[in-house]
């Protein structure tokens, strides 16, 4: 997946460091963003890297935004942890694969925009309704980087460790090839399960429709 030399570039290599993780060693590669217009200018984003990588078609690609609450602090109202460490560990099963970790807190509007959403689903907003009440768009993520950060590694296609289909999209029009989609598909509890559906019931997840009894119980 070439970018085109003519194409504005949006990002640039910063620094890379092995990294010994708890499910195995991951080459960890910085990337920040230059492009004065791009969402979200300079950030720092990570390719967690497993495996021989480069050259290859087909690799288990994980493009992750972050999540401080559910990442850093192990909050249960969403399963972006659950997500990170499923995809983790399927790309070591697999034998090799890279994990495009985002900077894009809160679907891209933002941590303490996302901690306003979250108090106003206190008071019984979903997720998608709590961001429209704040005025802002339902997802505000971009990925233009994400085609420059494969072709660092001259990664030729992917398959894309995803349940939603807009990013899906969103990745295929800004040039990444995409053979197919591996489900990531977490187990949702108590405090996620509202929030999983408005996933499925809202966002047009691939994700199966589950019942409250469905949901692991927790503290
Ligand atoms: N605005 C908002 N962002 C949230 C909320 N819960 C989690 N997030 C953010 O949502 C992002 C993850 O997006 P998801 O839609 O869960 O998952 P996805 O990565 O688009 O889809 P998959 O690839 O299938 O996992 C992270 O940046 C989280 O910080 C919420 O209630 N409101
Ligand atoms: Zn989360």
Redesign the pocket.
């Known amino acids: 997946m070439p970018t085109s030399p003519e194409s504005p570039r949006h990002s640039e290599w910063l620094a890379s460091t092995d990294l010994p993780t708890s499910n195995g060693v991951f080459a960890m590669h910085v990337f920040r963003t230059t492009a004065p217009d791009a969402t979200h200018s300079h950030q720092e984003h990570v390719a967690l890297v497993y495996g021989d990588v480069t050259g290859k078609a087909g690799l288990p690609v ?9 990442e850093v602090f192990g909050s249960l ?4 942890r659950d ?1 990170l460490d499923m995809a983790l560990s399927e790309i070591v099963r697999l034998g090799a694969g890279m994990v495009l970790y985002l900077r ?6 933002g941590l303490s ?2 901690v306003r ?2 108090h106003l ?1 206190s008071r019984g907003y979903d ?1 998608v309704d ?2 429209r009440v704040l005025g802002l768009p339902d ?1 505000a ?1 971009s990925y233009e980087v994400v085609p420059e950060m494969l072709a660092h590694f001259d990664v030729r296609s992917i398959r894309l ?4 289909p ?2 899906l999209a969103k990745l295929t029009a800004l040039g990444v090839k995409v053979d197919d989609c591996l489900p ?1 598909i977490t187990e949702p509890n108590q405090h996620s399960i509202g ?1 999983i559906q408005t ?1 499925r019931q809202r ?1 047009g ?1 691939a994700l199966p429709e589950l019942a409250e009894e469905e949901a692991v119980q927790t503290r």
Do not use: F, P, W
């Open positions: 994980r493009v992750h935004s972050e999540c401080l609450t559910g109202k969403c399963d972006c997500q894009q807190e809160g679907r891209g509007i925009n996302k959403a979250y689903q997720t709590a961001n997802d993520r460790m995803t349940n939603n807009d990013k990531v929030y996933k966002m997840h």
